[in-house]
């Protein structure tokens, strides 16, 4: 574990100790591709594989958040399906908990960047571009 994936996780934990979890069972599905969404998730323990299509698929382990799209746009579709791997306890935030979770850790929006960063840089490796 690097740096940046230790701090991901210190701040999903800070953030998760003061909400409640969700807890999800090994091939619990979380959402599915088209459905609308209005929730932000992130992973405290175990792993949620988000997968595109056929082809795509991504791992998101403790630390890692996923669904940001839904607190970007108020009329958002899923774009993929994700299905828990593990046993697993997910943080859930709706925009307004979202935005008093930046307010309180506003390291939280930085690593979330970084961590997205990560991910894109991955799909475009894997789809080919450079």
């Known amino acids: ?23 999800v069972k090994q091939g619990d599905v979380i959402f599915n591709d088209g459905e609308s969404g209005d929730k932000l ?9 988000l997968s595109w299509g056929d082809k795509s698929v991504e791992m998101i382990g403790p630390g890692s958040s996923f669904g ?18 593990y046993d697993s306890e997910l943080l859930e935030m709706n925009r307004e908990e979202f ?4 307010q ?15 991910r894109l ?4 490796e894997h789809k080919g571009y450079r």
């Open 121 to 124: 840089q991955k799909l475009k």
């Open 68 to 85: 940001v799209g839904a607190l970007v746009d108020p009329d958002h579709r899923r774009f993929g399906t994700a299905v828990a791997l």
């Open 99 to 102: 935005l008093f979770a930046i």
């Open 1 to 23: 574990m690097n740096i940046n994936e230790s701090l991901e996780l210190n701040t999903i934990a800070a953030l998760a100790g003061k909400r409640a979890l969700i807890s």
């Open 104 to 118: 309180e850790l506003p390291m939280f929006s930085l690593e979330m960047m970084h961590d997205l960063e990560q």
């Open 41 to 49: 998730y992130g992973v405290v323990s175990g792993a949620v594989q």
